[in-house]
């Protein structure tokens, strides 16, 4: 284990392209601790990336996920399977000019008939409800800060429609047990399983998650059966070791999900969690009362089905009177290759549904985007045909799995993402940065494949 | 299509319900036609008149006209494996279908060597991933002219097009292009790109030959006037290429001029600019970083737009992580939502089972009943499938969401009267359906053993797990 100064660090962001760190402010000796022995590795760029989340000062350098990828894979030691020729000058000769023989019988055009294109404009009358998660200390709470979500006036990232106020959030998944993680993700958390206090900082720390949602699902009577009394000591704990907003999800026990969610209610007062979830199918009163009265958010769960969507924000609303600005919605995500178009559609109608002015259905969107390791094609060593082409190393398929699944539903409208796997959250962090006009620059001539090797 | 009733359709045919077309009735065609499973010209007699009477002429133009796609269908390649670009409809696919699949072109360049050149070649073309029952493979190549230079440029293009798929030529040199059309002109390649510096000469190359033609300008305005010049001229096949920048503000860029290009044609109804857009995650390949990082932005370039309205790609990456994950988004975008993706509920016998066989139990949505079914047979393993009614829903989110329950399983298993074709009471349930073990024991009295979670694991379970121990 080698320990970095700050000033190593600021030597190693210069290899990284990055000048300089605007409107940082540093204090005192700050060391990160960085694993592993022989160059640069998967965790020191992880640090690198936490030194610059933990100022809450994004500093967007459009290449920087980009050079966390390509050291994850280095780590990952996975050989790229084409090596490229070596890449040629791209100075291509001058182009002869043509010669292109007179052929009266044609009257072609000479000159271009000069054509303007107009813009459309779209604009829609409603808007989706801006939802705010965790407190500091100014709103009663302990969090160091809050993340908003929401607030949309056009479809996401058509920031040329209208201004997108809040970009996606991400939230990572800690467990109260071990879990059964597909290998490429568990590699990641090995050392923090069991302790979910541990988890959930490497996962701020370390991964930049923007939260964290702890799945009890150790209360499941199925499982341990953890009394909901004793399976909160752990979010106190959760609460204890990172200061962002927190997100609580039960065990998905329909009769004993209500009761962990009460009790974790409870004692989160005043600090503004997600409640995960309230669903049809049983006492969401119990959690909403809770909800309402500890001051929470909670979670509206459904089967891909927007009218049982609308149908529980309605109870929710109404029989329950929750706040509007106290619902978030999970319209359920399949994976890529599972059922991705139904979840995908499911939720860019609700959105649009929102938008239309539909005040049933405009709230923020969530998506349990690591349900995209349940595809096979993101975890098996090699398909299980013969006949399919080989499947390539499973330890690039697996993030782009999650990679794709959480693009495609951001496209849809998605406001949080609850996510697993390290390399997945930087890249779509930087997805969502471009498209949401937060990154600078780009390639000096984006024609040069044309001509030349790439 | 403009029109938006079956009657507006009617009114045009000879209304004599003749079923010429295959269907019953004029009108029933004619709702065939709106929602595009047939075409103006399954109308024998409309099209038999039109070529005696110029009155009638008019009306079946008329008629296609009013019929046709927002977004026009350019036809790259001959035979059966030619593509159909564009023809797109809507803006959103739950208001209809996206129709016609982005189409794959992979990139082949003219300074590989020859060796190089065919490994890639015979890699496209062999391609096959198995996927819903039935297998997905890759469409084309795109065959650049590094080299500049015409003979070469022409070689490569010959051999590339001797493997039969679909082809886009890339050359900016109107005399490289001109070189490798007289070699290749009749497989009706793409050929790419008419800019702002070389539009004439392109234009020219594309009704000499006859061939469809992409424009490429980042500029919206220049883009729009290359497409109305070559309209002007009689070019129809015309695909528009935006510029794909591949990073930071110029990506956040192509994202909006391909949004606002496609919402012109479809919301404003502009037919200068209601054309299939091309795609380039190639460009991806420009930024700085290792070869993963590259395929991996490549890929994400790709799914952005799969999404949003790219109607053609050309992709650099051979790489599983590249194409896997693209290709199957594409299928899973382009599936029609109007249509369940549903299998019949019921009794499946796989590889002739015997009465001491095991008997296992999935959904009915068909991704989950392909898999299962291809598993089983590709592992040669003998057994009773009970195809349980879950509305099309998968086995996680239907035991969630109480699509897969006791009483469900009861009654198939009383519906499909297995209990009478085997001599045991052991039902193999899917692992991720573990939590129902206690509950169908206690609603069918069989005895249900958890499978794996993947149906891919089912053989190395068998080989512990069955027969079951008493």
């Given at each position: 284990m080698a320990k970095y100064k700050l000033e190593d660090l600021l030597e190693l962001l210069k290899n990284y392209n990055v000048e300089r760190l605007e409107d940082v402010k540093i204090e005192g000796d700050l060391e990160i601790e960085i694993e592993?022995?022989?160059?640069?590795?998967l965790s020191s760029l992880t640090a690198l990336y936490t030194l610059l989340n933990e100022f809450r000062n994004f500093f967007y350098h459009t290449n920087m996920a980009l050079n966390y990828l390509q050291r994850i894979s280095t780590m990952l030691g996975v050989p790229a399977p084409f090596q490229p020729?070596?890449?040629?000058?791209?100075?291509?000769p001058a182009a002869p000019q043509p010669v292109v023989p007179a052929v009266p019988e044609l009257k072609l055009p000479e000159k271009l008939i000069e054509a303007k294109f107009e813009p459309p404009k779209v604009e829609y009358p409603g808007y989706i409800e801006e939802v705010v998660l965790g407190a500091t200390k100014a709103d009663g709470?302990?969090?160091?800060y809050v993340v908003k979500l929401g607030g949309e006036?056009?479809?996401?990232?058509y920031i040329f429609d209208k201004p997108q106020p809040n970009l996606p959030k991400i939230a990572i998944d800690v467990f109260d047990r071990p879990p059964s993680l597909a290998k490429a993700v568990k590699v990641h958390y090995e050392d923090v399983v069991g302790s979910p206090p541990e988890w959930a900082k490497k996962c701020v720390?370390?991964?930049?998650?923007?939260m964290v949602t702890i799945h009890l699902?150790?209360?499941?009577p199925l499982l341990e059966n953890t009394p909901a009394s004793e399976a909160v000591k752990v979010v106190e704990d959760v609460l204890q070791a990172v200061k962002c907003p927190i997100i609580i999800g039960g065990s998905g026990n329909k009769d004993k999900d209500p009761e962990v969610l009460e009790k974790a209610a409870e004692v989160c007062e005043g600090e503004r969690v997600m409640l995960a979830s309230a669903t049809?199918?049983?006492?969401w009163e119990r959690i909403c009362n809770a909800a309402k009265k500890y001051g929470h958010v909670v979670l509206s769960w459904t089967q891909m089905d927007i009218n049982n969507q609308k149908t529980l924000n309605r109870y929710l609303l109404k029989?329950?009177?929750?706040?509007?600005?106290s619902i978030v919605m999970d319209p359920t995500t399949a994976a890529l290759g599972y059922g991705l178009d139904y979840a995908f559609t499911n939720m860019e109608r609700i959105r649009i549904s929102g938008l239309k002015g539909d005040t049933d259905l405009n709230f923020p969107i969530s998506s349990g985007?690591?349900?995209?390791?349940?595809?096979?094609?993101?975890?098996?060593?090699?398909?299980?045909?013969?006949?399919?082409t080989p499947w390539g190393p499973r330890e690039l398929r697996g993030p782009i799995w999650e990679i794709i699944t959480g693009l495609t539903l951001s496209l849809a409208g998605v406001d949080v993402f609850m996510m697993m796997h390290p390399l997945a959250v930087a890249v779509l962090k930087e997805i969502f940065n471009t498209l949401g006009g937060k990154t600078k620059g780009g390639v000096?001539?984006?024609?040069k494949w044309i001509t030349a090797e790439v | 299509m403009k029109v938006k009733s079956p009657l507006e359709v009617y009114n045009f045919?000879?209304?004599?319900?003749?079923?010429?077309?295959?269907?019953?009735t004029c009108m029933s065609f004619a709702s065939h036609i709106l929602d595009r499973?047939?075409?103006?010209?399954?109308?024998k007699p409309l099209v038999r008149d039109a070529e005696k009477d110029p009155k009638v002429k008019e009306k079946l133009e008329k008629l296609i006209e009013i019929t046709s796609p927002e977004i026009a269908e350019v036809i790259v390649g001959i035979g059966d494996k030619a593509l159909k670009i564009g023809g797109e409809e809507v803006?959103?696919?739950?208001e209809l279908t996206f129709f016609n699949p982005t189409a794959f072109f992979f990139d082949v360049w003219d300074t590989l060597d020859d060796k190089k050149i065919e490994e890639r070649c015979k890699r496209v073309v062999e391609y096959k991933k198995f996927y819903v029952g039935k297998f997905l493979t890759l469409d084309g190549f795109a065959v650049r002219?590094?080299?500049?230079?015409p003979k070469r440029f022409r070689e490569v293009a010959k051999k590339v097009a001797s493997y039969g798929k679909p082809m886009v030529l890339i050359a900016l040199n109107p005399e490289c292009m001109r070189a490798a059309l007289e070699e290749v002109a009749n497989q009706r390649p793409l050929i790419y790109a008419a800019t702002e510096g070389n539009w004439k000469e392109f234009m020219k190359l594309a009704l000499d030959y006859k061939v469809p033609v992409a424009i490429r300008a980042k500029d919206l305005n220049v883009l729009k006037s290359i497409a109305v010049t070559f309209k002007s001229a009689g070019i129809k096949d015309i695909v528009l290429d935006p510029v794909t920048e591949p990073l930071g503000e110029g990506l956040q860029g192509t994202f909006e001029r391909v949004i606002q290009l496609r919402r012109k044609a479809?919301?404003?109804?502009?037919?200068?600019?209601a054309y299939p857009i091309l795609i380039t995650p190639?460009?991806?390949?420009?930024?700085?970083?290792d070869e993963v990082t590259k395929a991996y932005w490549e890929a994400v370039i790709a799914g952005m737009f799969i999404v949003k309205y790219g109607d053609a790609m050309i992709f650099h990456s051979i790489d599983q992580h590249v194409v896997m994950p693209t290709l199957t988004l594409r299928f899973n975008i382009y599936t029609?939502?109007?249509?369940?993706?549903q299998v019949a509920a019921g009794l499946r016998e796989i590889?002739?089972?015997?009465?001491d066989d095991p008997v296992f139990l999935t959904t009915n949505f068909a991704l989950t009943y392909y898999t299962v079914e291809n598993d089983l047979n590709s592992a040669k393993i003998k057994g009773w499938l009970l195809v349980v009614n879950?509305?099309?829903?998968g086995v996680e989110a239907s035991v969630a969401g109480g699509k897969l329950t006791a009483s469900k399983v009861k009654e198939i298993i009383e519906q499909t009267k297995i209990a009478e074709k085997v001599k045991h009471r052991y039902l193999v349930i899917p692992g991720l359906a573990a939590r129902l073990q206690g509950s169908i024991e206690d609603e069918t009295g069989w005895k249900v053993l958890v499978g794996p979670?993947?149906?891919?694991r089912i053989k190395g379970w068998m080989e512990k797990n069955w027969p079951p121990k008493k």
């Open positions: 592993g022995s022989s160059g640069v590795d020729a070596p890449m040629a000058p791209a100075v291509a709470g302990t969090r160091d006036r056009s479809l996401a990232f720390k370390k991964f930049g998650a923007d699902v150790s209360t499941d049809l199918d049983m006492d029989r329950a009177q929750i706040p509007r600005n985007t690591t349900n995209a390791w349940g595809a096979r094609e993101a975890w098996m060593t090699e398909s299980p045909l013969d006949v399919d000096a001539d984006a024609g | 045919l000879p209304r004599t319900n003749c079923k010429e077309c295959g269907y019953d499973s047939a075409k103006v010209y399954d109308c803006l959103h696919r739950h002219c590094i080299s500049n230079d479809i919301l404003d109804g502009d037919k200068d600019v190639i460009s991806a390949w420009l930024i700085e970083g029609d939502p109007r249509t369940p993706v590889n002739n089972p015997g009465p879950t509305e099309g829903i979670i993947d149906s891919g």
